[in-house]
């Protein structure tokens, strides 16, 4: 089925019978093994067995602001593990890694294998898009899944999201899998399913997998945004980034120094990781990766050679209290609006645009104080993006309850 529908034998109409099939009926674990692999079998898969050691790979289901790729990557790299990323592009309101890394002046994501290869062996770290052919069915099965309603379904997640990773050629894969109405899962219980099948399937492919589950029931960091949120990433790499992000970042880049063998426990991965931001290891190391990608790297010392925004304009609060909710998919809805997002596959994004909150969950504001700035270039929808924004706050007398960052790691 699989094979026939990538070339062309089997119609679309076919493959989303089979697609509607399996989203009420499911797939018990034998079958989505079977997918993955027949998903796996329709392309290239990357041969890294030539670089010395274990290579790493992490993966995000993806959230609102979530930046965690740009400090991660250079930062695990520091402390000398092989990390090789292949990223996407925005899909829906979040935006994709690509996109962010080519706010940076220069910068080519578009790498062949050995290019790839190339980047990897001088610097120990490479961000790019998928490289060769790798997976070409999801990429026919995804746009038929988004077109037929058929995305939202355990076991074509898994297969979708694994088989690239598998095929991605990495020893190893840190799955960090977003729990809240800013990430593709929810609720905890569909997030905690969709970590353990990922885990289960990398097992039977002998890729050994770890998944995080991370709380985006608020955006990640403060920045949301391509160049905006690359400049986090530097002051984050830098070591005065957001106390969320940061946290993050560390305890990731534990599991992903686990998964390198340069550590036993998650406490001496996060210890060594935060010594790397304070000596500005990660930062130099950014340096590097941007310069072998082709990049402007004294962006990484000087952020504001990134693309600037012509105009910003501050959503206030009506009311005075404690910030009880951020609605992280709105303020992606927003942040989209103003362009830093696509609302069809064929659209640029704008790399100056977005949004920079200046209240998170559980602050005190006051009438009038800002909760967050709009870095605007476009007028057409900034009224609906303001909008947005203002009504993604709740603002209420008692303080709320701030959610863990991290809810559990299924290994
Ligand atoms: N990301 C993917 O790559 N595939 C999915 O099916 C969902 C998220």
Known sequence: MVDGHTGGSIPDYQMASFLMAVFFQGLNFAETVALTRSYINTGDVVDLA??????VDKHSTGGVGDKTTLVLVPLVA????????????ALGFTGGTLDKLESIPGFRVDLTVSDLKSVARRTGA????QTGDLVPADKKIYALRDVTGTVECLPLIAASIMSKKIAGGADRI??????GPGGFMADLDRARALAEMMVALGREFGRSAVAVLSSMQQPLGLAIGNALEVREALLTLSGRGPADLTELCLQLGAQMLIAGGVVADAASGYDLLAGKLQQGAGLAKMREIVAAQG?????VDNPDLLPLAAAL???RSAGSGYVQAIKANELGWASLLLGAGRMQKEDQVDPAVGITLSKKLGDRVAPGEALAVLYVNRKNNLQEAE???AEAFTIGETPPEIPPLIYEIIS
Do not use: E, Q
């Open 50 to 55: 030539s670089f010395p050691g274990i290579k």
């Open 78 to 89: 520091s402390a000398g593990v092989t990390v090789v990323k292949m990223s996407g592009r």
């Open 126 to 129: 490479v961000l790019a898009g």
């Open 174 to 179: 840190v799955l960090d899998v977003k729990v």
């Open 295 to 299: 990049g402007l790297a004294s962006v």
């Open 313 to 315: 304009v501050v959503v």
């Open 387 to 389: 909008r947005r924004t």
